[in-house]
């Protein structure tokens, strides 16, 4: 089975345009991301993928390897699909380039998923993490996913899922780590497929594969990621890394 590891790179995010070329302790928040997922030592290649000639050259320079978009995008699902179509691989997994701080012990989980589902029910694997917090819960920049009884996703919301109309009962409230892996057909199928409704709506390029039928594995994790979306989450960044440098 043939891994491998792809960061989609846009240069122009809508909440932090420019996040991924800002300085992280010495680095770039993209460099450091495409070391970190290097040295995990999980996968056979790893890849950025950007529009950006800047994030392009900044991996190029530094020994990484960089692939171009040709076409512009709506989603880093799609950015990924294009580049790897011609890329001999079994599993694609997608990192995100505003993760640096990638914890290897997860990935693991979820290539452990594709060894294990031999009779290639899975589509795609993802990771969701308890949230307890009320004002987490209701961020709608925390992205939550409610489940099957078999771990499969029901569906993904930026809004509360479940409401709590009845509280007490017992349930939990899960975050979507945006780290996912795919069979490379469901990535290319996903690619060739017009964005649905509900994926305009919530601006949640996940949902556009619930809604043609493909089956999402969601693997519990105890390990929280640290993604950078605001100045916030930057400098909240930048003083883990001094603490580890």
């Given at each position: ?19 991924l ?10 460099l ?10 999980l996968?056979?290649d ?9 994030i392009?050259n900044e ?6 390897k ?36 990638i ?11 594709f ?21 987490d ?13 078999q771990?499969?996703?029901l569906?993904f ?10 509280e ?38 996940q ?5 043609y039928?493909k ?31």
């Amino acid at each position: 089975m043939k891994i491998i590891a792809v960061i989609p790179a846009r240069y122009a995010s809508t909440r932090f345009p420019a996040k991924l070329m800002q300085d992280l302790g010495g680095k770039t928040v993209i460099l450091r991301t495409y070391e970190a997922a290097v040295a995990t030592n999980l996968f056979d290649d790893v890849f950025v993928v950007t529009d950006s000639d800047l994030i392009f050259n900044e991996i190029i320079s530094n020994n990484g390897k960089a692939i171009m978009s040709i076409k512009e995008h709506e989603s880093g699902s799609d950015r990924i699909a294009e580049a790897v179509e011609n890329i001999d691989a079994d599993i694609v997994i997608n990192v995100q380039g505003d993760e640096p701080f990638i914890n290897k012990e997860p990935l693991e989980q979820i290539i452990e998923a594709f060894k294990q589902d031999v009779e290639k029910k899975i589509d795609l694997a993802s990771l969701m993490f308890e949230i307890k917090d009320k004002t987490d819960i209701e961020n709608p920049n925390n992205v939550k996913v409610i489940t099957d009884q078999q771990g499969f996703a029901l569906y993904f919301s930026r809004s509360v899922i479940p409401y709590p109309r009845e509280e007490n009962v017992g349930v939990r409230y899960m975050k979507h780590i945006g780290i996912y892996a795919f069979r490379k057909q469901a990535l290319i199928d996903f690619y060739r497929l017009p964005m649905l409704s509900l994926e305009a709506s919530e601006k949640l390029e996940q949902l556009r594969y619930l809604e043609y039928g493909k089956r999402i594995k969601m693997i519990e994790t105890s390990h929280g990621s640290i993604g950078i979306d605001t100045k916030e989450d930057l400098e909240k960044a930048r003083l883990i890394i001094s603490n580890t440098i």
